[in-house]
């Protein structure tokens, strides 16, 4: 499984994009990229996933580059709403580490 | 009612109890999940039911019984707990019983557990 490294903790004003990366070097050709947030003391919460091309939902964007080694997960219009900690996982087996803690500001 | 439902959301209990916690999931799925999550540290994985069998117990103590009658519903039965048993327990489900690439979780809000 491949080990994950994310910041631990990000700033973000209110209205602007939150650009969340994810260092990924060790993930294998056929492991997916799935990012979850958590928002305090609730269940984790899906975003989305890929595992090579960029991908879209309602929720946000995944920008994989083209060596996979890396991710960053985009939040267009951060709410403070969206302050959590996000968790970025490069495994087909889901195995979460710390995240990274984003504060949404106003 | 949709999605992962538990129950229930909070707990006390003195360490000679024996209490049981709930999941219910509604999204037909195959695969149901216990996670703990102690205070400041990442979820740790506890036990794997695909189509009802347990295929996965991550070194549990014996105080912690799940129990798994369809694939609709988990049980985590508990007895004789010790206060660092203290957390968050997660129930999750998931499509794919075999956990391959795609196989997205969606959890349950949680049971705050604390034992005195």
């Known amino acids: 499984d491949a080990k994950t490294t994310q910041p631990p903790s990000m700033d973000c004003a209110e209205g602007r994009a939150a650009n969340l990366p994810c260092n990924h070097s060790?993930?294998?050709?056929?492991?997916?990229v799935y990012w979850y947030r958590q928002i305090h003391s609730q269940g984790p919460q899906y975003i989305i996933h890929?595992?090579?091309n960029n991908e879209t939902n309602e929720m946000a964007s995944l920008i994989i580059t083209e060596d996979r080694k890396s991710s960053t997960l985009i939040l267009p219009h951060a709410t403070l709403r969206d302050t959590a900690v996000y968790y970025c996982?490069?495994?087909?087996?889901?195995?979460f580490g710390a995240g990274t803690i984003l504060r949404v500001k106003s | 009612e949709t999605g992962v439902t538990q129950t229930p959301r909070h707990l006390v209990m003195g360490m000679t109890n024996k209490k049981s916690l709930k999941c219910e999931q509604h999204?037909?799925?195959?695969?149901m999940y216990w996670y703990k999550q102690s205070a400041k540290k990442p979820l740790e994985l506890m036990f794997v039911?695909?189509?009802?069998?347990?295929?996965e117990n991550n070194s549990v103590p014996s105080r912690f019984s799940p129990e798994c009658p369809n694939s609709s519903h988990l049980f985590l039965h508990l007895h004789t707990l010790q206060p660092e048993d203290s957390a968050l327990y997660l129930c999750?489900?998931?499509?794919?019983?075999?956990?391959?690439?795609?196989?997205?979780?969606?959890f349950g809000p949680g049971t705050r557990l604390t034992v005195l």
């Open positions: 999750a489900s998931s499509q794919d019983p075999a956990g391959g690439s795609t196989d997205t979780q969606y």
């Open positions: 060790t993930i294998s050709g056929n492991e997916y």
């Open positions: 890929g595992l090579k």
């Open positions: 996982i490069a495994t087909n087996k889901l195995v």
């Open positions: 999204l037909g799925h195959n695969a």
């Open positions: 039911y695909n189509f009802k069998e347990q295929t």
